[in-house]
């Protein structure tokens, strides 16, 4: 049996509701602009996120010559004319801290742009330590 288009459609019309008709001029100005706020606004965002106070840190490597001492090598990337601060943490096999100690990178006088500091820390611990780390580090008033 063959139907005709026009049956064809009015079949589906009554199954599934008459089809929408096509947005307004005025609809798609309004998409068009939220979309272009919405873009320049990121946009706008990742620009100013760049230009935040940074600083990264890089673990050398640590040593644990007794069960009450603890030491740790780093480097710390910052801008010249920043104060960083930085937690080293010593960790137990439980991953309990043992040692803790926070440490100050001042400006770096003679520097400009871009400066790596690297450091060396001695931890007391209040016992055997498996692990010593950098757990964070901040640029000051950030």
Not at 33 to 53: E, I, M, P, R
Not at 120 to 137: F, G, Y
């Amino acid at each position: 049996m063959t139907q005709s288009p026009g049956a064809a459609a009015s079949r589906y019309t009554q199954r599934y509701g008459a089809q929408r008709g096509r947005l307004s001029r005025r609809a798609v100005a309004l998409i068009v602009a939220a979309t272009l706020v919405v873009v320049v606004a990121g946009v706008a965002l990742f620009a100013w996120s760049g230009n935040a106070k940074t600083v990264t840190f890089r673990d050398v490597g640590f040593t644990t010559p007794d069960a009450w001492h603890a030491t740790e090598n780093f480097e710390v990337t910052k801008e010249a004319s920043q104060t960083a601060y930085c937690t080293v943490k010593a960790l137990d096999d439980s991953f309990g801290v043992v040692g803790w100690k926070q440490l100050t990178f001042g400006p770096s006088s003679g520097s400009s742009g871009t400066v790596t500091q690297t450091g060396h820390v001695d931890l007391r611990t209040e016992s055997q330590a498996v692990s010593v780390a950098i757990d964070s580090c901040w640029i000051a008033g950030s």
